[in-house]
């Protein structure tokens, strides 16, 4: 069966400190990968998505970069945390344009 | 760019109600739209995908159904359970992405 697997599940940062957010899925080859993050009362905002290895495309400019090294999995790094960058993040995959989009549980993000 | 929207935002019913949620979207050009569940503080769990050629999706109590032309679809549960206290999102497929909707916050009386 297809599983997809966040870490870590909570994560506090100081600003200015970097940020390495893991992602990966099984059950699958050649997923789409999706990063996302949720903020209260805006739902969600797609940060990065990609369609094969080393193939990522950015939905808005930002202080963050994903990278996907292997064909499931799926890596959101910042050099330097702002602030701003505190929310919830979501990682998402599915098989092609018409399959069903799956998450993973998410990893909550406090920056101090 | 398309844009979804779910009223109402928060809705409340007694155990048992058959209830109905909506989505509407502003571009009828979709491959599929999504319904999700979300629990407060856990990632989303897929509920139903309607492909764009079809009109409904059934999975146990609840149905969801799509009228493309019109830009809307609408996700209803049969006898609601406090265990469907939830947010409910709708996504829709233009191409490569999913456009999300902002949810409808569901909580179900005892």
């Known amino acids: 069966s297809q599983t997809i697997h966040q870490w870590p599940a909570t994560l506090v940062q100081p600003v200015g400190s970097p940020l390495s957010l893991e992602c990966t899925v099984e059950g699958t080859s050649n997923p789409n990968l999706y990063w996302y993050r949720q903020a209260a009362g805006r739902g969600l905002q797609l940060l990065f998505y990609?369609?094969?290895?080393?193939?990522i495309s950015s939905e808005v400019p930002q202080n963050l970069s994903a990278s996907r090294p292997q064909d499931r999995q799926f890596i959101l790094s910042s050099k330097k945390l702002l602030l701003s960058d505190s929310g919830f993040y979501l990682c998402a995959f599915d098989g092609g344009r018409n399959q069903p989009q799956h998450f993973g549980d998410g990893t909550r993000l406090s920056i101090l | 760019k398309q844009e979804v929207t779910q009223i109402p935002a928060a809705l409340s019913v007694p155990e048992g109600e058959n209830l109905v949620l909506n989505c509407s979207f502003t571009d009828s050009a979709i491959y599929n739209l999504q319904w999700f569940r979300q629990d407060p503080g856990k990632g989303l769990t897929s509920l139903l995908l309607?492909?764009?050629?079809?009109r409904e999706q059934t999975s146990g109590r609840l149905n969801a159904s799509l009228d493309k032309s019109s830009g809307r679809s609408t996700l209803y549960i049969a006898a609601s359970q406090p265990g469907d206290s939830a947010t409910y999102l709708c996504a829709v497929c233009p191409g490569n992405q999913f456009y999300f909707g902002t949810g409808t916050s569901l909580t179900v009386i005892p």
């Open positions: 309607i492909q764009s050629s079809q």
């Open positions: 990609s369609v094969g290895i080393g193939q």
